[in-house]
């Protein structure tokens, strides 16, 4: 009879801890969802900010396109220009694009005094 009364709590508490692992793993899971969830979404607000460009010039206009998508971004004889004309803040990095056209570009750039 002990014997069975073993057999009986050993699988009672095998089931009970079956049970609060799989809420645990199911609370785990929601919350790492939750968070990817999360993670990208300010990963999208991020790339709404930082953009991967290459730059082309035709004549004195610089021309930007998103180097992922090739959308285009902007046109304008300056940096300034182009920043005048696109909305929201935005930090770009120059991906592809003749290198002297890049430079030429880079020259348009409000220059700053070092302090």
Known sequence: MEFLNL????????????????????????????RLEQINAEIEEIKKVYKRVKIEQHHDIFYLFDADTDT??????????????VRGEMVLNVMEGDPDVVKRFRDTFPQTDPA
């Open 72 to 85: 285009f971004i902007g046109q304008g004889r300056t940096m300034q220009e182009i920043a005048d004309r």
């Open 7 to 34: 057999i009986v709590n050993t699988f009672f508490w095998a089931l009970l801890l079956l049970l609060a692992l799989r809420i645990l793993a199911g609370w785990t899971s929601r919350h790492i969802d939750d």
